[in-house]
């Protein structure tokens, strides 16, 4: 027993990704008798997943799912490290850092699938047939509506980067968004904010510097902390998350941002040399098909490219329509996001802007 509780309180302060894996596992048995058993790793939420994998498993009852939750540069640095290794992670990797698994297939980690289903994904969400996207999530603004007068609600970058700067006093240490040290997501997504305009990205960066914005891991983090009024706005939350947050906390209202909307696709993959790959496949395929679209919209991730937006969503009626959205394309400018020196430059820069400006807000909780 001592030696378990010794190699138990070893693993936790090392890290262990074994330990990590077992405490993050979610088992769906079969639901016949187990012909097969597909490994999932991921960074979506299992609540979000959770709909999609039972829905599969009535048409595949034979197989069992294992669906490991990781946060995003947690899990790219697994499935980096098994692919040198070449030692799979899984049959399947799904995740919100899109730039992350590109750069895992550009590694040559990832196995090529065809079907009629992957013809379907738009150009914009398929890389060589190695990544596709799986869902169309805005980034969106989210905020407390008991504690942010109808008047003064942002709809706009720069709305936002002006509210924050007239009502500093009021706002200072009220607004969350992504520590993009910590996340792969947080990173991704601020990455794009300054390429659409340098200008408004500097603006609203100095802005959230000077009401000591306040920078968490994940979304779901900054959701609970809006509803719950210690923060009132949350900023570059994912939309899928932020909308299913709204259903259960009615005091929450979700901005699809008028100027511009970033527009992020879920990643999913297949590892190189994966076991149960033809799982992986099956289960990709259940994504992308028109059922699964369907599941995902109605059940999980709410938005897509061709409907309009989710009931008491304050946005266009329909966002592809309206031209301000910009898919974040699954392509080969996404491997410049993930260029070691432009990465720690961008980090650095926003790090200098925001933390050291702010360094007792900017905690990890």
């Known amino acids: ?42 960074t979506t939420d299992l609540a979000a997943m959770k709909p999609l994998i039972e829905d ?41 850092s899109v730039d992350q698994l590109l750069k895992l297939a550009n590694d040559g980690c ?16 398929n890389w060589r047939d190695e990544v596709f996207g799986f869902t169309y999530e805005p980034a969106v603004f989210v905020y407390n509506t008991r504690l942010v007068p109808p008047a003064e609600v942002p709809r706009t970058h720069v709305e936002l980067a002006d509210l924050l700067r007239e009502r500093l006093d009021y706002y200072r240490g009220r607004v969350g968004t992504y520590d993009i040290r910590l996340s792969g997501i947080g990173y991704l997504l601020a990455f794009n904010d300054a390429r659409q ?19 968490r891991c994940c979304t779901g983090e900054i959701l609970e902390e809006v509803a719950k009024g210690n923060l009132y706005i949350g900023y570059n939350m994912l939309g899928s998350y932020a909308y299913e ?47 699964g679209q369907s599941i995902a919209r109605t059940n999980a991730f709410y938005f897509s490219e061709t409907g309009g937006l989710p009931p008491d969503v304050d946005g266009p009626q ?48």
């Open 197 to 215: 305009t340098t200008t408004v990205f500097g603006r609203l960066l100095e802005s959230m510097a000077r009401a000591s914005a306040v920078a």
């Open 110 to 125: 990832a196995e090529a699938h065809t079907s009629p289903e992957t013809a379907r994904v738009a150009e914009w969400a």
């Open 1 to 42: 027993m001592i030696r378990a509780f010794l190699a138990i309180t070893i693993a936790v302060l090392i890290g262990s990704p074994a330990l990590a894996a077992e405490d993050n596992k979610t088992l769906f048995p079969a639901l016949q008798v187990e012909a097969g058993k597909l490994t999932i790793y991921s």
């Open 56 to 96: 599969f498993q009535k048409s595949s009852p034979d197989v069992s799912i294992d669906y490991i939750e990781y946060l995003t540069n947690e899990l790219n640095a697994l499935a980096s490290e098994a692919c040198r290794k070449e030692e799979p992670l899984g049959d399947l990797l799904l995740s919100s």
């Open 318 to 365: 329909n966002l592809k329509e309206s031209g301000i959205a910009q898919p974040i394309r699954i392509g080969p400018a996404l491997l410049a996001v993930q260029d070691r020196a432009q990465r720690q430059r961008f980090i650095e820069d926003w790090s200098q802007s925001l933390i050291e400006l702010n360094s007792p807000a900017w905690t990890r909780e």
């Open 245 to 291: 947050a709204a259903l259960r906390h009615p005091e929450l209202r979700v901005v699809v941002p008028r100027d511009y909307t970033l527009v992020l696709s879920r990643g999913a993959l297949i590892p190189k040399g994966a076991k149960e790959a033809d799982l992986g496949a099956r289960f990709l395929d259940y994504l992308l098909s028109e059922r």
